[in-house]
């Protein structure tokens, strides 16, 4: 017997049309699922006597980033550990601005103290910005 009968198989039959049932390779059901999309959903609740203790909502988007941008998700373009990218760009340049300012201030502060230590007078006067503290984080 030959395998073009049996159900599910791949090989064409002797008149040469496709079996109607082919199986599908992990290659095919991977591209379909990624050109598609695939959404899985669910919640797991946790009761006790009548008392919702815990509710887990889960949700699974798989697709590819082709697919997922055309339904209008796009986390990853934003997100700060994938960009590499501060959240909050602003105040990390001003950080670094302050702690620069910062070590130069005790640069000369260190070499007018070693100056005075040598007996030698410095009238040299500091000009730098003053250093606002944020307390809020």
Request: no cysteine; proline share 3%; net charge negative.
């Amino acid at each position: 017997m030959t395998s073009a009968g049996r159900p599910g198989s791949a090989l064409t039959s002797s008149t040469g049309s496709a079996a109607s049932h082919q199986p599908a390779n992990l290659g095919d059901i991977l591209e379909r699922v990624l050109d598609k999309g695939l959404v899985i959903a669910g919640d797991i609740q946790v009761n006790l006597l009548d008392i919702e203790l815990l509710t887990i909502k889960l949700r699974l988007v798989v697709a590819s980033l082709e697919t997922a941008k055309e339904v209008g998700i796009n986390w990853w373009e934003n997100d700060p550990w994938l960009t590499g990218r501060s959240a909050d760009g602003e105040r990390q340049h001003e950080l670094e601005r302050e702690n620069r300012e910062l070590r130069r201030r005790v640069e000369a502060l260190e070499a007018g103290s070693a100056g005075q230590a040598h007996g030698a007078a410095t009238d040299e006067v500091i000009e730098a910005e003053p250093v606002r503290e944020d307390r809020d984080g």
